[in-house]
Structure formats: structure tokens, C-alpha cells
């Protein structure tokens, strides 16, 4: 059920960059934005249920949905979005982990990473400190370690406490990163 409600995502996401790309909303800040505020006050809604979905199927490169946060909203509320959005996904991972264990893991995830990473677990009480320190750090593979953490004693309170106060730096660094980045290359592409 996993793998196909993965691949249905993945669907989706073809479906919506095909779409964006024919109609050019991908071209500029502007286009995107206006494609988003037709949804009025349900866009930032539907972007926080996509940042939560990409968490839990995890498709997408979690930076994409960042930037695309801030270039649709702006920096504080596109901030924002990323953070509840991602917040909310990283909590849903954690839970079906703690449903499913390991097999939900080993099924989304490259057989090449779960080996890198299960050896976390497998040492004395050192899970919950590497992972706290990894959830702050913007170049984690968060996702998968959400999955991971679900596998573990780790509690739902203890996960969370984590990720609302260690996913802050991170999202910023992706979100105005990439948007710095962005605007530069936009700026090249323009001259």
C-alpha cells in the first residue's frame, strides 16, 4: 500500500511539474504566485499538506518545497508554511514507523542508506543524541531519520520536542538559501 500510494505521489508531482512547466508557472516568482493565489485562503493550507505529504512520501529533495514556499508566500509566512508543513510530515513518518517498524523503512528507502544509518540504533542510548544533533543540521537525510527514529524507543514526545525546536535552522537555511540562490541564477538567466 506504501509503494502505491509512493508512486501515486510521484504521479501527482509529474502531473503538477508538467503542468507548471507547460504553463509556465515555474518561470517566474510572479506566475507562481499568481497560480497560488487563486486558491485564496486555502493555498497556504495546500502547501502545508504538501510539505507534510513529501515528508512522508518522500519524492522530492525536501529543499524543493522550501524554496517553493518562500518564492510563493514570502520569507516569514513561506517560512512558516515549511516549518508547520514539515513539523506535521515529520510526526506522521515517526508514527507509522512506530505502526509499521522497519519493513515501511527498508520499502521507501535505498537498501544503501538503512545500512549507513541502522547502526545508529543499534548503539547503547547514542540514537536519540545523534539524532537530535543530525535534525539541526540542514544536510541530514530528515526524512529517512524520522522513519528511522519510529524504529526506536524514542518517544512521540521526545520526537517531537526535537523537531520543533531543531527543524527552525535548518528550514531557514534551505528556504533562504535557496532562495538566495535562486534569485541569483534568475538574475543571470535575465540578463
Known amino acids: 500500500m506504501m509503494n502505491m500510494l509512493t508512486v501515486l505521489s510521484l504521479l501527482g508531482c509529474l502531473v503538477f511539474i508538467a503542468y507548471g512547466v507547460h504553463t509556465r508557472i515555474f518561470y517566474s516568482e510572479s506566475a507562481l504566485q499568481g497560480f497560488f493565489s487563486r486558491f485564496g485562503a486555502w493555498a497556504p ?9 513529501q515528508v ?8 524543493i518545497g522550501c524554496l517553493g514556499g518562500v518564492l510563493i ?4 509566512l513561506g517560512f512558516t508554511y515549511n516549518y508547520i508543513g514539515i513539523c506535521i510530515g515529520s ?4 508514527l507509522l514507523a512506530k505502526r509499521y517498524g522497519a519493513p515501511i523503512v527498508q520499502s521507501l528507502f535505498h537498501p ?14 547514542s540514537f536519540d543524541k545523534m539524532f537530535t544533533i543530525a535534525i539541526f543540521l540542514p544536510v541530514a537525510p530528515d526524512d529517512f531519520l524520522c522513519y528511522l527514529a ?3 524507543k524514542m518517544t512521540l514526545q521526545k ?24 534569485h541569483n541564477i534568475m538574475a543571470l538567466l535575465h540578463r
Open 91 to 94: 510526526v506522521g513518518a515517526f
Open 150 to 152: 519510529g524504529t526506536t
Open 56 to 63: 512522508i512520501f518522500p519524492i522530492l529533495p525536501g529543499g
Open 159 to 182: 520526537f517531537t520536542a526535537v523537531i520543533i525546536f531543531g527543524k527552525p535552522m535548518a528550514i531557514a537555511l534551505y528556504s533562504f538559501g535557496l532562495s538566495l540562490l535562486s
Open 73 to 76: 508566500f514570502g520569507p516569514v
Open 112 to 125: 544503501k542508506l538503512y545500512r549507513k544509518y541502522v547502526s545508529w540504533t543499534e548503539k547503547n542510548n
Open 45 to 53: 493550507l495546500l502547501f502545508i499538506a504538501f510539505q507534510a505529504v
